[in-house]
């Protein structure tokens, strides 16, 4: 049973920061590439950022891309978003997902297992 659990949510003021930990069980996690998404109400689902198995390949959506940082800790079955100068359009749901491959990609059927999600709240 693959178990994906989000921590490190929270309510923020604008040009905050914070840490988005994902802590993956029941596969092996070094194979497989990894995402973060985010849902704000009334809206879908959109990918943030995605890396490799190995970490070498990242991606960003343009509205983060110098402000968070994926990163992961294949030791410790762990994928991390640092968020920095966080903006009130950052607030949504975000979650973590795991990748069918080696690779990530954008689109959410390419991952077959979830979080269940942590709340991310910036205040103006």
């Known amino acids: 049973q693959v178990q994906l659990v989000e921590s490190g949510g929270g309510l923020v003021q604008a040009g905050g920061s914070l840490r988005l930990s994902c802590a993956a069980s029941?596969?092996?996690?070094?194979?497989?590439?990894m995402g973060w998404f985010r849902q704000a109400p009334g809206k879908a689902r959109n990918c943030v950022a995605t890396?490799?198995?190995?970490?070498?390949?990242?991606y960003y959506t343009d509205s983060v891309k110098g402000r968070f940082t994926i990163s992961r800790d294949n030791a410790n079955n762990t994928v991390y978003l640092q968020m920095n100068s966080l903006k009130p359009e950052d607030t949504a749901v975000y979650y973590c997902a795991i990748s069918r491959r080696l690779t990530a990609t954008t689109m959410t059927y390419e991952y077959d297992y979830w979080g269940q999600g942590t709340q991310v709240t910036v205040s103006s």
């Open positions: 890396i490799n198995w190995s970490g070498a390949n990242t």
């Open positions: 029941g596969r092996t996690f070094r194979n497989y590439g």
